[in-house]
């Protein structure tokens, strides 16, 4: 099993629906659940919780409700090719309902529910191999809880800057 993470910031890619359905393709024949990201979604509710001060956790619960848009918005794009959505029986148990944790560490925790055997998180910048999760956090590349989220982690965790990938590469 594998988790795709689609980077929310890959939205405005004019060719995104066509690359998606190549790389998924390149995966084949493993089964695959994919994690839309937030994007511009979830900047409009970061945006309104600074103006009406939601609180945290009532702006992470309307964020949450964003990446089911963004989940129909990748459906859109890929029709039939669209993998089951690893939004579907997600369990946060306690984990935190902040900011600090964001689709990157949601695709992580389906990661850990689906018993997958990689995580790839598709994204517009790129992450040094040997970089440390908690170098990455720091520099923005995922987010705060994302160190915490993999910790110990069982599966393979492999990230693409997708804005720079191509069909041909391997």
């Known amino acids: 099993m594998i988790i795709l993470k689609v980077g929310g910031s890959l939205y405005d890619l004019p060719d995104l629906g066509p690359r998606l359905r ?7 024949p493993d089964p695959i659940r994919i994690m839309p990201g937030g994007g511009d979604l979830a900047d409009v509710i970061r945006m309104l919780d600074r103006i009406h001060g939601l609180g945290e956790a009532a702006a992470h619960e309307l964020a949450m409700d964003t990446l089911r848009i963004a989940e129909a918005f990748l459906r859109r794009l890929l029709g039939p090719a ?3 959505s690893a939004l579907d029986g997600l369990e946060l148990g306690s984990w935190p309902r902040s900011w600090d944790l964001t689709s990157d560490s949601l695709a992580a925790r389906a990661a850990w529910q689906h018993r997958a055997s990689r995580l790839i998180l598709l994204k517009s910048v790129d992450v040094p191999p040997q970089t440390s999760w908690q170098e990455a956090a720091e520099r923005g590349w ?3 809880f994302f160190p ?3 910790a110990g982690a069982p599966f393979r965790i492999e990230t693409v800057n997708f804005r720079r990938w ?3 590469q391997p």
């Open 82 to 84: 669209m993998p089951p």
């Open 142 to 144: 995922v987010d705060r």
């Open 166 to 168: 191509n069909a041909e």
């Open 22 to 28: 190549a790389f998924l393709q390149s995966l084949s």
């Open 148 to 150: 915490r989220a993999v």
